[in-house]
Nanobody, 119 residues
Framework: QVQLVESGGGLVESGGSLRLSCVASGSLHIIRTMGWYRQAPGKEREEVAFIPNGGSAKYADSVKGRFTISRDTAKNAVYLQMNSLKHEDTAVYFC?????????????WGQGTQVTVTS
């Protein structure tokens, strides 16, 4: 069984910062990519940032220069430092891992953590 557990969401004023964390555990053999998605009320889930193994971080245009993603491969963890937060960053943030478990390669998701930015 695979689990992704997020933490670090909360309520913050516009211009503030938050740091999200996600740790993957269970029968993961190879994690190829880890990243973050978000879903605001009434909108579709969108990709925020991700880091592939041995590759460079990629960001959505809306967060470039404000958010920084990082990974700790030894801990199967991924982090998202969010600075200069805006009201439009309000959403449920989901951790994602594209990984192999028992020969099955697919996406795994966390349960989500709420980020609310007051204007």
């Amino acid at each position: 069984q695979v689990q992704l557990v997020e933490s670090g969401g909360g309520l913050v004023e516009s211009g503030g910062s938050l740091r999200l964390s996600c740790v993957a555990s269970g029968s993961l053999h190879i994690i190829r990519t880890m990243g973050w998605y978000r879903q605001a009320p009434g909108k579709e889930r969108e990709e925020v940032a991700f880091i592939p193994n041995g590759g460079s971080a990629k960001y959505a245009d809306s967060v470039k220069g404000r958010f920084t993603i990082s990974r700790d491969t030894a801990k199967n963890a991924v982090y998202l430092q969010m600075n200069s937060l805006k009201h439009e960053d309000t959403a449920v943030y989901f951790c994602n891992a594209y990984a192999t478990t028992y020969g099955d390669e697919r996406d795994f998701w966390g349960q989500g953590t709420q980020v609310t930015v007051t204007s």
